[in-house]
């Protein structure tokens, strides 16, 4: 195996990691502050292809792959985790779903503008009363005349407030469980639809967090994405990549937060030494260098088994296990090293310690991670 990045790869970093240091660091603050997703950002991201980072160019996409959609959410998450949230929020859910199971007329009439960054995707699975227990949705869809009518509400949908493409999923069936699920596209402004209250949330406050209100909400036959009763089953393939993206956040977060950590270790001077002199430090920050680059190359394998075309279930969650978890640990030795400025918003390590836990609890909690992992090897020996 060659781990050698290319010389396009090399080049995908440096332009991202540019781009994030130049329009994203200098805003991260207020941006937090305000707990509200920049949409005057959206035409600078879609201009960088970050909108559609995988999907083909004859969509408006970059027609990238795997490995470089994770190398730009690293990169954006190494400078501003919401931002990166939102992005892969945007590029590995809702947008995903429909590249994945729209029918041609679908794809190209919604790729493009999601791809361009002139509507922002939303992806409602979530319900208060099914989280990690997904199979069990209350929201409902009925046959009508030309279309569907949709009832329910969903919780903790990213760009609930923003979206003007939504992919919701509705029970179809009652009678077939998981199987009676299906999914449907419904535009900001249908009639029925109606955004809930914005989420007041611990960290990756730029990324906006909000419910779903459904009532009677008509959506044309057209807008069924994918099969009838088929929508679970898509939402669980649609996880199985979306989780890579979380891993690459959590990995670039990570990374970020090592920086701060070294660079506040270098100029930190206690006893008349840097800190960073210190063996105490010097092991934490050794710890936290090998732990990253080990979540790292977890992510990218798994990314580059999906760019063969695996399956990644498996593959997938140990990638977002591994550096979510990861990313905890080295986001706290962050703060633990800046000591008190670590406390203080004046200082990175405050805003990646906030940040880093949603790693651990979107697109699956860490729980479900190894429950997926045990399930895959003890399948696999029955």
């Given at each position: 195996?060659?781990?050698?990045?290319?010389d396009?790869?090399?080049?995908?970093?440096?332009s991202?990691?540019?781009?994030?240091?130049?329009?994203?660091?200098?805003?991260?603050?207020?941006?937090?502050?305000?707990?509200?997703?920049?949409?005057?950002?959206?035409?600078?991201?879609g201009g960088?292809?970050?909108?559609?980072?995988?999907?083909?160019?004859?969509y408006?996409?970059?027609?990238?792959?795997?490995?470089?959609?994770?190398?730009?959410i690293?990169?954006?998450?190494r400078?501003?985790p919401?931002?990166?949230?939102?992005?892969?929020?945007?590029?590995?859910?809702?947008?995903?779903?429909?590249?994945?199971?729209?029918?041609?007329?679908?794809?190209?009439?919604?790729?493009?503008?999601?791809?361009?960054?002139?509507?922002?995707?939303?992806?409602?699975?979530t319900?208060?009363?099914a989280?990690?227990?997904?199979?069990?949705?209350?929201?409902?869809?009925?046959?009508?005349?030309?279309?569907?009518?949709?009832?329910?509400?969903?919780t903790?949908t990213?760009?609930?407030?923003?979206?003007e493409?939504?992919v919701?999923m509705?029970?179809?069936?009652?009678?077939?469980?998981?199987?009676?699920?299906s999914?449907?596209?419904?535009?900001?402004?249908?009639?029925?639809?109606?955004p809930?209250r914005k989420?007041n949330?611990?960290?990756?406050?730029?990324s906006?967090?909000?419910?779903?209100?459904?009532?009677?909400?008509?959506?044309?036959?057209?807008?069924l994405?994918?099969?009838?009763?088929h929508?679970?089953?898509?939402a669980?393939?649609?996880?199985d990549?979306?989780r890579?993206?979380?891993?690459?956040?959590?990995?670039?977060?990570?990374q970020?937060?090592?920086?701060?950590?070294?660079?506040?270790a270098?100029?930190?001077?206690?006893f008349?030494?840097?800190?960073?002199?210190?063996?105490?430090?010097?092991?934490?920050?050794a710890?936290?260098?090998?732990?990253?680059?080990?979540a790292r190359?977890?992510t990218?394998?798994?990314?580059?088994?999906?760019d063969?075309?695996?399956?990644?279930t498996?593959?997938?969650?140990?990638?977002k296990?591994?550096?979510?978890?990861?990313?905890v640990?080295v986001?706290?030795?962050?703060?633990?090293?800046?000591?008190?400025?670590?406390?203080?918003?004046?200082y990175p390590?405050?805003?990646?310690?906030?940040?880093?836990?949603?790693?651990?609890?979107?697109?699956g909690?860490?729980?479900?991670?190894r429950?997926?992992?045990?399930?895959?090897?003890?399948d696999?020996?029955?």
């Amino acid at each position: 195996m060659d781990f050698r990045p290319t010389d396009e790869q090399r080049l995908l970093r440096q332009s991202v990691r540019e781009f994030a240091e130049t329009e994203l660091a200098p805003h991260r603050m207020a941006w937090d502050e305000a707990q509200g997703f920049p949409l005057s950002l959206l035409p600078r991201l879609g201009g960088l292809g970050l909108m559609g980072i995988q999907f083909p160019e004859r969509y408006g996409g970059a027609g990238l792959d795997a490995v470089d959609y994770c190398i730009c959410i690293e990169e954006l998450a190494r400078v501003d985790p919401s931002i990166a949230l939102s992005v892969a929020a945007h590029n590995g859910l809702s947008s995903a779903h429909v590249h994945l199971f729209g029918t041609d007329a679908q794809r190209a009439r919604w790729l493009p503008p999601l791809a361009a960054g002139r509507r922002l995707g939303a992806w409602a699975l979530t319900e208060s009363g099914a989280g990690s227990d997904a199979g069990s949705l209350r929201t409902s869809a009925r046959r009508v005349d030309g279309g569907w009518r949709l009832n329910g509400s969903k919780t903790f949908t990213t760009h609930a407030t923003l979206a003007e493409t939504f992919v919701v999923m509705a029970v179809t069936d009652a009678t077939k469980g998981a199987h009676g699920i299906s999914a449907f596209i419904v535009e900001r402004g249908a009639p029925g639809l109606t955004p809930g209250r914005k989420e007041n949330k611990l960290g990756m406050r730029a990324s906006d967090t909000a419910g779903l209100s459904l009532d009677d909400c008509f959506v044309p036959a057209d807008q069924l994405l994918g099969a009838a009763g088929h929508g679970f089953i898509d939402a669980m393939r649609v996880l199985d990549a979306g989780r890579i993206g979380i891993a690459a956040l959590a990995v670039g977060l990570a990374q970020g937060a090592w920086e701060a950590a070294r660079r506040h270790a270098v100029g930190r001077e206690q006893f008349g030494h840097p800190i960073a002199s210190f063996q105490a430090i010097q092991f934490k920050l050794a710890d936290m260098a090998t732990s990253i680059e080990a979540a790292r190359w977890l992510t990218y394998r798994a990314a580059w088994l999906k760019d063969g075309g695996a399956a990644t279930t498996r593959e997938s969650a140990m990638a977002k296990l591994l550096a979510s978890e990861t990313a905890v640990r080295v986001a706290e030795e962050g703060v633990q090293i800046h000591g008190g400025y670590g406390f203080v918003k004046d200082y990175p390590a405050e805003k990646f310690f906030r940040d880093v836990k949603l790693t651990t609890i979107g697109e699956g909690t860490s729980e479900i991670q190894r429950l997926i992992i045990a399930r895959q090897y003890l399948d696999a020996a029955s």
